[in-house]
C-alpha cells in the first residue's frame, strides 16, 4: 500500500494543482493513511491517467459506467500499489486494455477535487492526482467491465458526453501532457 509519505511527497510535486493544494493537505492532516484507502472514508484520494498521442492530437477516454459520461482513466488505490503514479498507471492500463505507453508522467500534471453522485456507493468526494501518458492512437483499446467504450478522441472533437468538469480541463490537461512529454520524453 503507499505509504502517506510518499503521496505526499507526490502532491508536493504537482506541476498545476489547480488551487486543490490546500484541500489535500486538509484531507491529509484530518484523515491521516485512511485518506489512501477507498473503505477509510467517504473522501479519499484517487490516482487518474490521461492517455493522448501528440502526433494525432487525439486523447483516450472511457465511457464510464457508473459516470455515464466520458473521461480519463482512473480510480481508486489499491493494495498492491507503490505509488500514486503506480496506481495512475494500474488503472489506465486496466480501463484502456492497452499494453504499453510510450510514456507516463513523471509527476502529477494536476490535482483535483470533486463530489460524487449516489451511483458511487459510499464514496462522496474524491481527490484525484492526474498523471499523463502517451500512447499510439494505432493501438486498439479495449473496453473492461467499469466502462461501456474507450475511444480515441481529436483534442478539438470531444464527446458531448464529457464530464461537465472536463470539458474546461481537458484541453488545459492535454497541453500540461503534452509539454511535460517533450520536456522530458524517456
Known sequence: MIALSTARDEVAHTAHTSGFAEAFAGLFESRGASALVRAG?????????????????????????????????????????????????????????????????????????????????????????????????????AVSDESLDVAWFPIDELPAALMPDLVTRLPQLYRATVAAHTADPR
Open 41 to 141: 472514508t467517504s473522501e479519499h484520494v484517487t490516482a487518474s491517467c490521461l492517455v493522448v498521442d501528440p502526433d494525432t492530437e487525439a486523447v483516450l477516454l472511457n465511457h464510464h459506467r457508473r459516470a455515464g459520461a466520458w473521461m480519463q482513466f482512473g480510480g481508486h488505490l489499491e493494495s498492491g500499489d507503490v505509488s500514486l503514479r503506480d496506481a495512475a498507471r494500474r488503472e489506465a492500463t486496466e480501463e484502456s486494455g492497452l499494453d504499453r505507453f510510450r510514456w507516463l508522467s513523471p509527476g502529477p500534471l494536476e490535482l483535483h477535487v470533486h463530489d460524487l453522485a449516489g451511483d458511487f456507493g459510499t464514496c462522496r468526494r474524491h481527490f484525484d492526482v492526474v498523471y499523463g501518458a502517451v500512447a499510439s492512437a494505432r493501438q486498439n483499446p
